[in-house]
């Protein structure tokens, strides 16, 4: 009866917690499109609102994880996914949370009206959209590692990058939001 009820917490938890970041990349297109400050400071609280129960779920996932993981600990796909959970905090932590912090503050110091050049600039950073496209894609890759729990190394570590690669290749196939700059033009093209 325990196991069962641990089990439950982790699946439900890893579910929860991937649709609260597959949300906030879904509520990023909002903020990317948005026209003027105030619609800018909507999405924006739709994305702190996806994500808020993030931490905690991510804390649930990785104690359930522990408990469930007992007779797993020597295979290499539990340090696989125990490491893909560790970098997920380390880019929400230094990546996503802070970019996101900074540009609701910037919106807030920006009064109303039209995005202002250096709003627009925070939004449109790199770093923070690719941290969430690798969390997406670890995400993924560690659901199909708990799913198929693949014996060796190679094959563990296979999972995750695969997710990782679709993740970031999607956001380079995506159409760009209004007030977002297009990709570039291959050469030739």
């Known amino acids: 009866m325990a196991h069962a009820f641990v089990l439950y917490l982790h699946i439900a938890a890893a579910m929860l917690l991937v649709g609260g970041t597959v949300a906030a990349r879904l509520a990023g297109s909002g903020v990317r499109?948005?026209?003027?400050?105030?619609?800018l400071r909507?999405?924006?609280d739709a994305v702190r609102r996806a994500t808020r129960l993030n931490p905690l779920l991510a804390i649930l996932v990785l104690a359930s994880g522990a408990v469930l993981g007992r007779s797993w600990w020597s295979t290499p796909w539990f340090w696989v996914a125990t490491a893909a959970w560790i970098g997920n905090l380390a880019m929400a932590v230094r990546f996503v949370g802070p970019g996101h912090r900074a540009l609701g503050l910037a919106a807030q110091r920006a009064g109303s009206g039209a995005v202002p050049d250096g709003v627009d600039a925070l939004r449109h950073r790199l770093a923070p959209a690719l941290a969430l496209d690798v969390m997406i894609g670890l995400d993924f890759g560690t659901l199909l590692l708990m799913v198929l729990k693949p014996s060796g190394t190679v094959p563990a570590l296979l999972w995750p990058a695969l997710g990782v690669l679709l993740s970031c290749a999607?956001?380079?196939t995506?159409?760009?939001a209004r007030g977002e700059p297009?990709?570039?033009a291959a050469p030739g093209a």
């Open 33 to 39: 499109a948005a026209t003027d400050l105030s619609a």
């Open 42 to 44: 909507g999405a924006l």
């Open 170 to 172: 999607m956001r380079s």
């Open 174 to 176: 995506r159409p760009a």
């Open 182 to 184: 297009a990709a570039a």
